[in-house]
């Protein structure tokens, strides 16, 4: 098998669904190595920053079971990492405040009694579940009421009323509902049902787990360094078995591999006070050894050392037939603004890296 080694026009090709898809490097997935099929290559492939954080680079080198246990794990977990959460958060981006949400809990707490009662949340909305104080007492929020009420007067029907009657009732109590302030009742006797609009507080908690991200940095990091190295140089690469076992498995990258604080000529701040519409991956070959950045919302580092002991590292990789000592892929996601991808890479003579044309190459 021929490996590649460098990068052209050709080798990063536009999908025109506004991802950029790096083509098939490999015969198998390079994950579980099972061979891949044409079929299996079709798909999108695998993003290799997830879609939901806004990512737009794939692969097509992962098997569809890898792909969906990647997604399910290794990317969703990232959702509980603080520096992640924070940058969200900075950002006008909804439906991604809202999947962070979704993970976390909330307690409603009563106005009146201090009562505390669990609230579930979907698509960023609290759901609180409802409380039968007593058969004919229903305390809910608005939104859920109608739902209750049915289900209530569908299980115990009140006597002496008939169905029609019954429906008739029922809606003038949720019009009467519907214009009580919280914390007050309404009452239909004839229906033997009292509705108490819930006043309260809402308090949601972020699910939060310690370096939830390593597991998606190590995956990032994997199938990065498949595509920028070549064989010869991979196998010696010192990290590999370790970000190959968390990005599988799980668990924590070593601060050997995975290193603070982030380079002074990153473009990152400690803290996400200024993100940024972008994401970046970039890949050092060094005099101090082989460093891979990755930045999420253009304010989220992590840097990885994947090779730290060997003085002469220049050029594994060639773009244009030159060796390179950096290479940089940058992938925007403004709102309401077409997705951008860019390209530099820099030889060990470049002052300033040469920007290639990422809109039709990438
Ligand atoms: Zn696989």
Known sequence: MHWRRSVSEEELSPKGSGYLTMQSFFNH??????PLSH???????????PEFLHGSLCIKDV???CNSLLGSEADHLALEDERIIAASFALDLPELQNRIIDRGKGVFVDEEDRSER??????????????KVRENLLETDEKDAPTHLRNILARLPPKGLKKGEIEKLSQELMWRYENIEPGESVHEPRLDMTLRKLRGE???????????????IAKIALEFSLYAFNRDRLVTIPALDEIYTVALNGGELRNT?????????????????????FHQIILYYGDVGNLLDIYFFGCVGFRLSLREDDPSLFGPMKVDGKD???????????PNKPKERYLFSRTPEDKTPREWN???SL
């Open 29 to 34: 997935c390079i994950f579980c190595f099972r």
């Open 324 to 334: 390179v000592s950096m290479i940089s892929i940058l992938m925007t996601f403004e």
């Open 257 to 277: 591999t995975l290193m603070y604080p982030i380079s002074p000529f990153s473009p990152v701040v400690t803290d996400p006070k200024e993100p940024k519409y």
């Open 358 to 360: 990422a809109t039709t």
């Open 39 to 49: 079929g299996e290559r079709k798909s999108d492939g695998e993003h290799v920053i």
């Open 202 to 216: 809402i308090k949601h908690q972020f699910k939060t787990t310690p370096n939830a991200a390593h597991r998606l």
């Open 63 to 65: 098997c569809p079971q």
């Open 118 to 131: 669990a609230v579930k949340f979907k698509g960023g909305k609290p759901r609180i579940v409802p409380r």
